[in-house]
């Protein structure tokens, strides 16, 4: 042929044309530069803090290695941490996956009521959950088994403590799960919401029964979201540390996040080096899970979503109607509300007993505590308000660079990605103080203000945010943005008119998560706040190492009303959206 | 090449030059799904993209409206260069001035018809529309398509096809010069379809757009189509009239991909000028070539229309006359296909009458040398047995 020739001739220049044509546009360039600055507020700290992992006193050294490896209890510590990470997480999966099911899919359903009642553990800061179960389920003084004891002298039954501990690998276990379950139930529900109904029915029509349906239909096409849940989960117990400090700690179980907190923030002088060695195992533990996440993700990536909003016939439970939701309900009960009643009656009792005081309950305590406290009400205030401008920040940044990463596959979109979620897999902790490290003295002079605690609890929480604004992307589809391109619309058009109101409840709920992060954070507030810039999470802090327990549920249950009304607001709004066929048809058909 | 042609009458409105497009399989083997195409779209021409599924049209059609880049070649519409891997250009899909009508309609489910409808009058930049004019607009478009009532509704609140109108309306309302179309109608029912391809062809006769619809379905494209691009594996295997691409086409794999055809497979025996003889297991074949050079002892295909062929019980005056046995008559209304034996092949052939022959008996097969075509079994011959392997030497139907 002739033009063979030409056409190799072409190639070189062809290739070098894509070059230029690469330049950003606008709305790209603006993107990129939000996630330089999201990227430098985790990169910068996390290698300041880093260098000195081999980089000690200007030399290169392996003395916090050896020192890591040569703490005496290593092998039970990471056990111990494995344990307990993989069995809450799978205790959760189990829960919430459940819940979801029958929450979308049947008739167990009881309107909002069951939509947010798995949520609730959100209500309550783990801090918070963690003194509660402890005054539920003492084994002396515990409220809950207080209340066993009286029952079971009705039958001649004299116990003297228990029957309950929750200082131990079971109490420890439940806890952990109960605040894991919401992050597998979202994510759940969500790809339950948006599946094909017809995918359902025509495995019913194939003659597949109920459970059938679910196990060979239903799951493996939502595998994305559970995958996404599990992750979370996962995620959540690596990092989190008041739940075992509080829990774990007196039942002589002890786990790597707690460990690395006591060494930066209990030890004197703080042993960085050990503390950093340590977050390496971390590092190694959520990266097999994302790894194994995406394994699921690309699987499953075919799951189709319903076109016009479709909403699939409810499973009708028949008889096992009401035990289903007895269910649903026992486990808010358990979960939650003893919890918070616990809290409740302390904080209006004024000191923890298993005796309660009934008829001297009174708010006193609770007004004394924090509303004429001045330094819980400015704490209080500069919570909210950091909830809030971060959490939107966070989410719109969030949802940005999602787009990006989901229009160019190119390997600068990917490696946005994996660094937007850099910090779930490292210690939060160590991304804290690296911030403290570099931002609070020269030339910076940050500490004490508001700004600081800003960037720490975004850069903490830009992991959630991504996933958030990923599922929300994903859900818009490809078709309906091009439809946008093609008619004429320019990008920042097509962001603010296409993706933006249908990433909307996506967005929104992201946005709750965040703000709830926030409001509750105790890692970046036990660092980054001082009496200059108080916020809540230090204030709980405080007040937990001073001791006073009607103190802590007193505050506890003011955070619990304002993060419960800020839930219902937004699950009302993403529901009402939903119905009205935001989920998108997307893909081929 | 420069492109120093102003826009005129002339002027093409779009213009593919040897454009490739590569994508990489997840098994790492690279495809081209689009393998040097060029081709053109006069003004006011309806042009269909006409293959079986996966041989590359939507990736055609996705390369010129700017939402898949090319590797290689280069797109111009009304003149303007919106694509060359030479010269480095790349002009992103909302400065191109088309329209696109998606296979799943991708009607934005949160605005309503009318916002849909609206959407590109207002996103064209450079251009101010004044609201009331918006509003006439957007009303004469959604008229036009005869879903003026469903204004207020939204896209979830409506049936397949008037969502199929919704999308049509929205890719008119801008009248820009090229409309593109990516199956749009596999996704409604059968009379609604009918209805919608009779009104799409009006439509386009009486606003004067240029179209360029992709399907599989070839009634589809030979009702529509002023031309029709027959694509294989990525390449154009034939681009003609409806009338040239059934009664002259240019290969194997297009007459067999458009219509009922019969084959026979042989070898030449001789050639004379445009008219060759060949010797197949069922005796001497006289036919026609099309365009190609075939000289003695070459392997090819004679390929007749079933409709071409007629059946006698008598033997005919004819050059090309076999003696075949029936299997089966089959009476289908308007005309009645009998299937006949003959040689090594079946021959399928149609006729209006029903009462010719019964099943079993004797009959005279004859078709006229110039409804024969010969068509070298090389090159093509390969990519239509692959894509048919029960193709063999018998009839083949493609619907
Ligand atoms: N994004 C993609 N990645 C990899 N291969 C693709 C992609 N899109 C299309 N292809 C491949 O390109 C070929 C042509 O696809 P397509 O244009 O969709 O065909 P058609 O529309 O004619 O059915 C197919 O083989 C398909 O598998
Ligand atoms: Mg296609």
Redesign the pocket.
């Known amino acids: 042929m002739s033009g063979t020739g030409a056409l190799l001739s072409d190639r070189p220049a062809g290739r070098h044309a894509r070059l230029s044509r690469r330049l950003p546009g606008p709305f790209d360039a603006v993107t990129l530069l939000i996630a330089a600055v999201f990227i430098a507020i985790v990169v910068v700290p996390l290698g300041r803090v880093l260098t000195r992992l081999f980089w000690v006193d200007g030399g290169l050294t392996l003395e916090p290695i050896r020192k890591t490896l040569a703490i005496p209890d290593l092998g039970s510590l990471l056990l111990d941490t494995l344990i307990l990470v993989l069995a809450s997480s799978a205790l959760a999966f189990v829960i919430g996956v459940g819940l979801a099911w029958l929450n979308e899919r049947t008739n167990a359903r009881m309107g909002l009521l069951t939509d947010a009642l798995p949520l609730l553990p959100f209500l309550l800061p783990p801090v918070a959950g963690a003194v509660g179960w402890t005054m539920l389920l003492s084994p002396r003084a515990g409220l809950l088994n207080s209340w066993i004891r009286d029952g079971l002298a009705v039958f001649g039954i004299e116990l003297r403590e228990g029957p309950f501990d929750i200082n131990s690998w079971y109490g420890l276990i439940l806890v952990m799960a109960f605040y894991a379950v919401p992050f597998v139930f979202m994510n759940a529900s969500a790809g339950l919401r948006n599946l094909d109904p017809a995918l359902e029915e025509a495995s019913r029509l194939s003659g597949a029964g109920t459970f059938r349906t679910l196990r060979t239909v239903t799951l493996p096409a939502v595998a994305p979201s559970l995958g996404a849940g599990l992750l979370l989960a996962v995620w959540f117990g690596v990092g989190m540390f008041s739940i075992p400090a509080i829990i774990g700690t007196p039942a002589g179980i002890d786990v790597i996040s707690v460990r690395i907190v006591e060494l930066l923030t209990f030890t004197f002088p703080a042993e960085t080096d050990v503390a950093i060695g340590l977050s390496f195992f971390v590092v190694v533990f959520v990266g097999l899970a994302y790894w194994l996440q995406l394994r699921i993700l690309r699987r499953g990536r075919h799951a189709t979503v319903a076109g016009k909003g479709a909403r699939a016939k409810t499973i009708d439970l028949g008889a096992w109607k009401w035990p289903a939701r007895l269910l649903v309900l026992g486990y808010v009960v358990f979960s939650t509300i003893l919890p918070i009643v616990a809290l409740v009656l302390v904080s209006l009792n004024g000191f923890w007993t298993p005796d309660i005081a009934w008829s001297n309950l009174s708010f006193t305590a609770l007004q004394r505590a924090v509303f004429d406290d001045a330094t819980t009400l400015q704490a209080l205030v500069n919570s909210l308000g950091l909830g809030l401008v971060g959490g939107l920040i966070g989410i719109l940044g969030a949802a940005m660079i999602a787009l990006y990463v989901a229009r160019r596959r190119t390997l600068l979109a990917k490696g946005i990605d994996a660094a937007i979620k850099l910090p779930a897999a490292i210690s939060n902790m160590v991304i804290a103080v690296g911030i403290l490290l570099l931002l609070a003295g020269a030339p910076f002079f940050l500490s004490g203000t508001l700004l600081i605690l800003l960037i720490g609890y975004l850069a903490l929480y830009l992991p959630q945010a991504s996933i958030a604004a990923d599922a929300a992307v994903s859900g818009v589809g490809k078709e309906l943005p091009e439809a946008s391109a093609v008619s004429g619309a320019r990008p920042f058009r097509t962001f603010s008119r296409i993706y933006l109101p249908l990433m909307m409840p996506g967005l929104v709920a992201g946005w709750a998560l965040l703000f709830i992060r926030m409001v509750g954070d105790l890692t970046a507030s036990a660092i980054l706040a001082g009496t200059a810039n108080p916020v809540v999470g230090f204030r709980i802090l405080e007040v937990f190492t001073s001791g006073s327990f009607a103190l802590l549920a007193s505050l506890s249950t003011v955070l619990v009303l304002i993060t419960g009304t800020v839930l219902v607001v937004v699950l009302a709004y993403t529901r009402r959206k939903s119905k009205l066929g935001v989920a998108a048809r997307v893909g081929g058909v | 090449m420069p492109l120093d042609e102003t826009t005129s009458s002339a002027t093409p409105v779009v213009e593919v030059k040897n454009l490739i497009k590569r ?3 997840e098994s790492g083997a690279v ?1 081209n ?1 689009i393998d040097d195409v060029t081709f053109e779209v006069a003004q006011g021409d309806f042009v269909v993209l006409l ?1 079986p ?8 059609l996705r390369t010129i409206a700017g939402l898949e880049t090319p590797d290689e070649g280069s797109i111009a519409i009304a003149g303007r260069t919106q694509f060359s891997s030479r010269e480095g250009i790349e002009v992103p899909p909302e400065r191109r001035d088309i329209s696109m009508i998606f296979q799943s309609y991708a009607l934005w489910p949160h605005m309503t018809a009318f916002k849909n409808v609206a959407y590109p009058l207002l996103s064209r930049r450079g251009r101010k529309v004044p609201k009331d004019e918006v509003a006439r607009r957007v009303r004469e478009a959604l008229e036009l398509v005869g879903v003026g009532e469903l204004e207020r509704q939204y896209p979830g609140q409506m049936s397949g096809g008037q969502q199929q109108r919704i999308a049509l309306a929205r890719a008119l309302v801008n009248n820009d010069d090229l409309v593109l179309f990516d199956e749009p109608l596999s996704n409604v029912d059968a009379k609604v379809r009918e209805q919608l391809r009779f009104e799409l062809v009006s439509m386009q006769r009486k606003l004067g757009f240029s179209a360029l619809f ?1 399907t599989h379905d070839q009634t589809e494209a030979m009702e529509l189509a002023h031309r029709i691009a027959v ?1 294989d594996s990525g390449r154009i295997a034939q681009f003609g009239s409806p009338q040239e691409i059934y009664h002259r086409p240019a290969t194997r794999y297009v007459a067999k991909f458009i219509g009922a055809i019969n084959e026979s497979l042989g070898t030449v025996s001789a050639v004379d000028g445009d008219t060759v003889v060949v010797d197949t297991g069922h005796g001497r074949v006289v036919g026609a070539l099309v365009g190609q050079r075939v000289a003695v002892g070459d392997r090819v295909a004679a390929m007749w229309r079933p409709e071409r062929g007629l059946l006698s019980r008598e033997e005919p005056q004819a050059v090309n006359r076999w003696l075949g046995r029936v299997k089966a008559p089959m009476f289908v209304g308007s005309h009645t296909e009998y299937l006949l034996a003959v040689g090594d092949v079946d021959v399928r052939l149609w006729s209006p009458r029903s009462d010719l022959v019964d099943a079993g008996a004797a009959a005279w097969v004859s078709v006229a040398p110039e409804d024969v075509r010969v068509l070298p079994l090389d090159g093509d011959g390969r990519r239509a047995d692959a894509e048919r392997p029960s193709a063999a030497p018998a009839m083949v139907t493609a619907s």
Do not use: M, N, P
């Open positions: 994508f990489r399989r495809v799904a293959g599924s996966g041989c590359g049209k939507t990736t055609l992709v694509l």
